[in-house]
T-cell receptor, first 113, second 114 residues
Framework: NAGVTQTPKFQVLKTGQSMTLQCAQD?????MSWYRQDPGMGLRLIHY???????DQGEVPNGYNVSRSTTEDFPLRLLSAAPSQTSVYFC????????????FGNGTRLTVT | GQQVMQIPQYQHVQEGEDFTTYCNSS?????IQWYKQRPGGHPVFLIQ?????EVKKQKRLTFQFGEAKKNSSLHITATQTTDVGTYFC??????????????FGQGTTLQVKP
């Protein structure tokens, strides 16, 4: 079992560029989520999904879009990158919403210059 | 909105000393989870507490969930260098308010001097 797979591991963008962070899980988990981690801020929820076709906003959704067309995949799109989006991004999945342990991917370290 | 506060932010201890991190929520939680993140790694699930007043132990780690289900603590007895990392609590709302969000505290980073 691969678990939760995130790509890429590292990315450097220029301000204004767009990109998609990929996340895939092979555990048939209904719940998937994206967090960003910044020093002293802990893990902040960006967007989450309780099942295919359903997404909702977390604590810090501005500047990010998500979609959930399949159970396995939950990509995160940065529409127009800003330096404030420099962070480490984690994708996580769990069996169901909020009540099951989260399985995290290895993270994507994004730098926006 | 729902907030989960965690203190302290940093803790430096001598190997063999005890360590405690505290987590407080502004709202009642349906459950609380604890995670550990090693330097350079990703958060890894440790335990989940569901019942009011619940206490669970994992070797030298003791986890408590408050009677009002608004606070929790993690206590490590006789720390070892392998305990180094950042410990996060994460809370979920329950009942009709269960939006599916799991909100993390800011984390407590533990350094252990050998």
């Amino acid at each position: 079992n691969a678990g939760v797979t995130q790509t890429p591991k590292f990315q450097v963008l220029k301000t204004g560029q767009s990109m998609t962070l990929q996340c895939a899980q092979d555990m048939n988990h209904e719940y998937m989520s994206w967090y960003r981690q910044d020093p002293g801020m802990g893990l902040r929820l960006i967007h989450y999904s309780v099942g295919a076709g359903i997404t909702d906003q977390g604590e810090v959704p501005n500047g990010y879009n998500v979609s959930r067309s399949t159970t396995e995949d939950f990509p995160l799109r940065l529409l127009s990158a800003a330096p404030s989006q420099t962070s480490v991004y984690f994708c996580a999945s769990s069996l169901d919403r909020g009540d099951s342990p989260l399985h995290f991917g290895n993270g994507t370290r994004l730098t926006v210059t | 909105g729902q907030q989960v506060m965690q203190i302290p932010q940093y803790q430096h201890v001598q190997e063999g000393e005890d360590f405690t991190t505290y987590c407080n929520s502004s709202t009642t939680l349906s459950n609380i989870q604890w995670y550990k993140q090693r330097p350079g790694g990703h958060p890894v699930f440790l335990i989940q507490l569901v019942k009011s007043g619940e206490v669970k132990k994992q070797k030298r780690l003791t986890f408590q969930f408050g009677e009002a289900k608004k606070n929790s603590s993690l206590h490590i007895t006789a720390t070892q260098t392998t305990d180094v990392g950042t410990y996060f609590c994460a809370g979920s709302l329950g009942g009709s308010s269960n939006t599916g969000k799991l909100i993390f505290g800011q984390g407590t980073t533990l350094q252990v001097k050998p």
